[in-house]
């Protein structure tokens, strides 16, 4: 009932989610040997960034347009194809339909 | 006959009639006060939901459903138009008032300070009307004229923010490209009409010879009902119209996006079913060489939309190319399922297809509501000018956390298991296949984890300091969608064996949905 079959494999959410509680458990009871001195408040719990001073979490915070920002540019061929596909311009979009549909057309016609 | 077997057997016709007169007494019932306008709404919406359940549970224990309105008999001058009620069409239709339902509780708060909400409501439902009436007919001409309501009514809704220049701008592009796919739609169904004399689906489908003009209307219909359903390369009226249209408003336009992926399921399993598998030239069978049309198109879509995503700034169009990608996960399966025709593996696509396209509306919906209720506290659409927003809004980063994991298709969660059935089906025709589906699910989770540290993250704005958590109608509508989400994601199979199987059955057994009109009515 609550295995979900493929034919060549099967999935069982609720075996998965015990699965996942019990590894939990185990990674929270190992947890619990660790010992907890240091002392909040002090230099143990700041943040090291290579000695430099750390500014306030406003500055530090990397805005939307910035993250994947290696991602992008090492993509940056494929997405100035990508941008110029996508003009905004009404036609274009008229275009691209009668594009695809002259390709069907012609796969049509030759089978 | 007592009133339970009336009300059943009517009730197709309700089905359209009750949200179709209710928009219209709408613009009254608003005269009288704004909470039984909204209430009215709900209880149109409630009532026409009974309705496709009580019709639901018909159709999946005793099979399809016929409704003739007009001429009872075959009798000269034949004026009549047959709505044929199988699984597929049942399922599609609880998709549809689910959603619309959500909606409307969602648009209480959302839109509680705006004019003209008769008027929304009123287009509303035609748009619900609209939707309805695309699953559950069975003449391709009257598929067209709900296509063209569905085009008019969600236009006018796409531009409900009339003051905005931009929303304007979307509508003008959304009904220039969904007009244009009507017409041709018009076309192709002129060309059936011309060469079969015939506009019921079944009845074409029984005449059709597979010429060279049926290849050409084969062509038209899936170019023209795929870029209605957001198909890559025809997507980009997609996120510029989910955009800027009111986000209560996408759901209801959802609804109709997914109509016209219907209409393609009907078009290739019911309408050309008989001769999928005749052989064309090079001895190659039409199903393979259509099926590899669509899982082309399928991963166009895939690609270019969890690329487009991973750049976007603006959340409502991020995720409008995330719902590209989505509608590419349903055509992958639909077109492996077309492909591998007959194999075991076929009927494992088309239940992971039909599975995604519920999956794809519980989640995709979820996270357009989380951005409307971004919006409406902050009153901001870029991911650059919002940031901490988790210390206010607790229960909408909830929210948004279950609907990022769900399309991003992370177990246990509803998206993977329709994904986890895509995966191993489309693995068999070719690995590949899998992989680039892989990497698109595991781009779409970059993408919703770069949303979650740029807009729930992070240090908290000074200018956001006073936000709080969204209004409880906008909270109960988010919440029924990640119940939904969580609930499918643990008990797959209440779903699958329930509705999703029997309408895959019901689009391969398409010798049953013809006989039922052929053999004599």
């Known amino acids: 009932m609550f295995s979900l079959e493929s034919g060549s494999g099967f999935w069982n959410p609720v075996l998965w989610v015990l699965v996942v509680f019990v590894l939990f458990l185990l990674f929270y009871g190992i947890r619990g040997f660790g010992r907890s001195t240091y002392k909040k408040g002090t230099e143990q719990t700041k943040v090291f960034l290579s000695g430099n001073k750390e500014t306030s979490a406003e500055e530090m915070h990397v805005k939307a347009s910035n993250l994947y920002w290696g991602f992008t540019t090492s993509m940056k061929s494929l997405y100035s194809v990508l941008r110029k596909m996508h003009t905004g311009n009404t036609s274009d979009y008229i275009l691209w339909f009668v594009l695809v549909l002259a390709v069907l057309f012609l796969i049509m016609g030759v089978m | ?521």
């Not at chain 2, 057997?9 to 009639?17: C, D, G, M, R």
């Not at chain 2, 993250?457 to 939904?484: I, T």
């Open chain 2, 1 to 521: 006959m007592t009133f339970l077997e009336t009300l059943l057997q009517q009730s197709p016709v309700l089905i359209i009639a009750t949200p179709l007169l209710s928009a219209f007494l709408m613009p009254l019932v608003s005269r009288i006060h704004a909470k039984v306008r909204d209430v009215f709404a709900l209880v149109v919406l409630g009532v026409t939901s009974c309705f496709v359940g009580l019709l639901a549970s018909d159709v999946l224990s005793h099979g399809p459903r016929i409704y003739i309105f007009g001429a009872q008999n075959l009798s000269f001058p034949l004026v009549r138009i047959l709505f044929e009620v199988d699984s597929m069409g049942v399922f599609m239709a609880i998709i549809t008032v689910m959603l619309a339902s959500i909606a409307v509780v969602y648009s209480w708060s959302f839109l509680h300070q705006q004019d003209g909400l008769d008027k929304y409501y009123t287009l509303l439902l035609l748009v619900v009307t609209s939707a309805l009436g695309m699953e559950l007919t069975g003449d391709i001409f009257n598929f067209f004229v709900f296509l063209e309501i569905s085009c008019i009514a969600s236009c006018a809704l796409i531009a409900f923010w009339v003051d905005e220049g931009e929303a304007l701008e979307a509508a003008f592009k959304y009904i220039v490209v969904s007009s244009i796919g009507a017409l041709f739609v018009l076309f192709a169904i002129g060309i059936f009409y011309a060469q079969y004399n015939a506009l019921n689906i079944a009845t074409l489908a029984h005449l059709l010879q597979f010429t060279f003009l049926d290849k050409i209307v084969l062509a038209i219909l899936l170019v023209s009902l795929g870029m209605k359903a957001g198909l890559a390369p025809m997507h980009m009226w997609m996120p510029d119209s989910y955009g800027r249209a009111p986000p209560s408003i996408i759901l209801i336009i959802m609804s109709a996006t997914l109509a016209s992926v219907y209409g393609i399921l009907r078009v290739m399993f019911t309408l050309y079913g008989n001769v999928l598998t005749t052989s064309l030239r090079f001895s190659l069978p039409a199903h393979v060489i259509i099926g590899w049309i669509l899982i082309a198109l399928a991963i166009v879509s895939i690609l270019i939309g969890v690329i487009m995503a991973l750049v976007q700034t603006d959340l409502l169009r991020l995720i409008g190319y995330a719902g590209v990608a989505e509608i590419g996960y349903m055509f992958l399966a639909i077109g492996t399922s077309i492909v591998a025709l007959g194999t075991s593996y076929a009927t494992v696509a088309l239940h992971g297809g039909l599975f995604h396209i519920l999956n794809d509306a519980l989640d995709i919906g979820l996270l357009f509501l989380v951005a409307g209720a971004i919006y409406y506290v902050t009153k901001k659409r870029s991911l650059d000018d919002i940031s901490g927003l988790a210390r206010s809004m607790k229960f909408t980063t909830v929210f948004f956390i279950i609907g990022a994991l769900a399309v991003a298709g992370m177990p246990p969660l509803n998206g993977f298991t329709s994904k986890f059935l895509i995966y191993e089906s489309v693995y068999q025709v070719n690995p590949i296949l899998s992989i680039i589906a892989l990497l698109g699910s595991i781009l779409l989770l970059a993408i919703f984890i770069k949303v979650l540290y740029a807009a729930f993250l992070g240090p908290e704005l000074p200018e956001l300091k006073d936000v709080k958590e969204a209004p409880r109608s906008m909270l109960l509508a988010m919440g029924f969608l990640a119940v939904f989400a969580v609930v499918i994601g643990l008990f797959p199979n209440l779903v699958l064996d329930t509705l999703v199987k029997p309408a895959a059955t019901a689009l391969l057994d398409h010798a049953q949905y013809i006989s039922m009109v052929v053999g004599g009515l």
